[in-house]
């Protein structure tokens, strides 16, 4: 019977340990890389934290304001942010917007791309509104999150929120 571990024991457990030690740093590093981006940057694209600037300006905003959301992604962190206490819609069809417009609403139209701008406003015309205003979300690295503009009846155009 031979005492201890033997020399080939020793360097399994050796090189175990150091392949181990080998994935953990690796893994820190890139850990870190990862949340230094995201520290900087927010988020990027859909997983922006413009989302939650977004929903946070909406608490402010009238409680007669919709905002709609005709795009995946705005919708469900919305009502969870806002604690479903904001009127919202998803549907951007002219039946829709029509209805509010004869109702007196204000909408507020939150979309991804800034090419897709004229489709909306060509949407938000045939509807009833006419677009008072709009803007855009930036991530913090001060490149666009997303887009949004704002419309009125015409009897409601002139106020200023």
Request: glycine fraction near 10%.
């Amino acid at each position: 019977m031979h005492g201890g571990l033997g020399g080939g024991k020793v360097w399994r457990v050796s090189f175990s340990v150091a392949l181990c030690l080998l994935f953990l740093i690796g893994n820190t590093l890139q850990q870190r890389a990862f949340f230094l981006k995201l520290e900087e940057t927010g988020g990027v694209g859909k997983f922006s934290d413009a989302i939650n600037r977004m929903a946070d300006n909406a608490m402010s905003l009238p409680e007669q304001v919709v905002h709609v959301f005709p795009e995946w992604g705005f919708m469900m962190p919305f009502a969870f942010l806002t604690g479903n206490r904001r009127l919202y819609e998803t549907d951007l069809s002219v039946e829709i917007l029509g209805r509010l417009a004869r109702e007196g609403k204000i909408v507020r139209i939150y979309y991804w791309d800034a090419a897709d701008t004229g489709k909306y406003k060509k949407i938000v015309a045939e509807s009833g509104f006419k677009v008072t205003t709009d803007g855009q979300y930036m991530q913090r690295d001060h490149n666009v999150a997303f887009n949004w503009m704002e419309a009125a009846s015409s009897d409601q155009s002139g106020k200023d929120w």
